[in-house]
C-alpha cells in the first residue's frame, strides 16, 4: 500500500496568516492526490483534487502545490471558517491511503 | 442536492453480525461508483471498500476481507455494507461516500458501530 506521511500532526496559527500543510508519498503518485476538510463534529469534505484544482465552492485561499512526491496545501489568509483537521489522500492505486491528518487551530 | 444518509449502526457484541445502509438521493446513483470508509474515535480515515457504479466488482480493505461485503441496489439507489464477525478494532463511525472517478466527492454524515461486550 502506498503510505501518505503527513505533517505537522497539529497546527496553531493565527486569522490571516499563512498556512502550509504536506503530505509525502511513499511512490510516484503523479497528480493523483487530494484534500479534504472535516470540521468539528462534521464529515470530511472534499477541497482539492488532481493536486491542485479546488473542488466546486472552495474559496481561492486554499491552492494545492506538487515538489515530486511531496505535497502541499496552502491557506493564503486563514479565516474562522477553516479551523478543522485537514486529510491528504493518494488517488493513484487501490486501496486509497489518508494521510493521519493535520488538526488546525486558531491561536 | 446530493445526499447520503447512513443508518443501521449500533452496539453489536464482538463476533456479531450489522448491516449498514446508505440512502442516496439528488444523482444518479446508478451512475457512480460508491464507498465506505470509517473513522475510528479520534483517528483518522480509511477506506473500508469500493463498489462499481453496477455492482460488478468490489474492493476491500485487507482487514476487512472475508468479513465484510458492499453491495447496492440500484433500483433503490441504496448502498449497503453487510458486516460479519466484528471485532473491537472496527469500532468507528461509518461513512457512505460517493466515488468520483478515483476521489470522494460526497460524503454522508456517517453512522457509529460500537462492538463491545
Known amino acids: 500500500d502506498i503510505q501518505m506521511t503527513q505533517s505537522p500532526a497539529s497546527l496553531s496559527a493565527s486569522l490571516e496568516e499563512i498556512v502550509t500543510i504536506t503530505c509525502q508519498a511513499s511512490?510516484?503518485?503523479?497528480?493523483?492526490l487530494a484534500w479534504y476538510q472535516q470540521k468539528p463534529g462534521k464529515s470530511p469534505q472534499l477541497l482539492i483534487y488532481g493536486t491542485t484544482s479546488l473542488a466546486d465552492g472552495v474559496p481561492s485561499r486554499f491552492s494545492g502545490s506538487r515538489s515530486g512526491t511531496q505535497y502541499s496545501l496552502k491557506i493564503s489568509r486563514l479565516q474562522v471558517e477553516d479551523i478543522g483537521i485537514y486529510y491528504c489522500q493518494q488517488a493513484s492505486s487501490t486501496p486509497p491511503t489518508f494521510g493521519a491528518g493535520t488538526k488546525l487551530e486558531l491561536k | 442536492e446530493v445526499q447520503l444518509v447512513e443508518s443501521g449502526g449500533g452496539l453489536v457484541q464482538p463476533g456479531r453480525s450489522l448491516k449498514l445502509s446508505c440512502a442516496a438521493s439528488?444523482?444518479?446513483?446508478?451512475?457512480?461508483?460508491m464507498a465506505w470508509v470509517r473513522q475510528a474515535p479520534k483517528k483518522g480515515l480509511e477506506w473500508v471498500a469500493t463498489?462499481?457504479?453496477?455492482?460488478?466488482?468490489?474492493y476491500y480493505r485487507d482487514s476487512v476481507k472475508g468479513r465484510f461485503t458492499i453491495s447496492r441496489d440500484n433500483a433503490k439507489s441504496t448502498l449497503y455494507l453487510q458486516m460479519d464477525s466484528l471485532r473491537s478494532e472496527d469500532t468507528a463511525t461509518y461513512y457512505c461516500?460517493?466515488?468520483?472517478?478515483?476521489?470522494?466527492?460526497?460524503w454522508g454524515q456517517g453512522v457509529m458501530v460500537t462492538v463491545s461486550s
Open positions: 463498489i462499481s457504479y453496477d455492482g460488478s466488482s468490489t
Open positions: 511512490q510516484n503518485i503523479g497528480n493523483w
Open positions: 461516500a460517493r466515488h468520483w472517478g478515483t476521489y470522494l466527492d460526497y
Open positions: 439528488g444523482f444518479t446513483f446508478s451512475d457512480y461508483n
